[in-house]
Nanobody
Framework: QVQLVESGGGLVQAGGSLRLSCAAS????????IGWYRQAPGKQREFLAS???????NYADSVKGRFTISRENAKRTVYLQMNSLKPEDTAVYYC???????????????WGQGTQVTVSS
């Protein structure tokens, strides 16, 4: 299966920047979509950004113009560059790989453990 580890979170002042990384290990036979999500306490997990095999990206309206998703060509590492951070960006951030780890697997989502991002006023 795919194992994902996020890093790069921390405490930053409003208006600042952070770059999150997600490193994948294990089998990544057919991962079709890679994305970033976040979840604040008491709230549902929120979609932020995704990138497809051809490099096409998609962003939630709340982060357009501020966040940028990118990946290495081998799709082993994905990044989320976050600029102009706001206090409402405070959450646990998760990376997600969607697809199959091997030919016999069922289609599913693979999640990392999350990394905390805290934006102060």
């Amino acid at each position: 299966q795919v194992q994902l580890v996020e890093s790069g979170g921390g405490l930053v002042q409003a208006g600042g920047s952070l770059r999150l990384s997600c490193a994948a290990s294990g089998s990544t036979f057919s991962i079709n979509i890679i994305g970033w999500y976040r979840q604040a306490p008491g709230k549902q997990r929120e979609f932020l950004a995704s990138i497809y095999g051809d490099g096409t990206t998609n962003y939630a309206d709340s982060v357009k113009g501020r966040f940028t998703i990118s990946r290495e060509n081998a799709k082993r590492t994905v990044y989320l560059q976050m600029n102009s951070l706001k206090p409402e960006d405070t959450a646990v951030y998760y990376c997600n790989f969607r697809g199959k780890a091997s030919p016999g697997d069922t289609f599913r989502d693979y999640w990392g453990q999350g990394t905390q991002v805290t934006v102060s006023s």
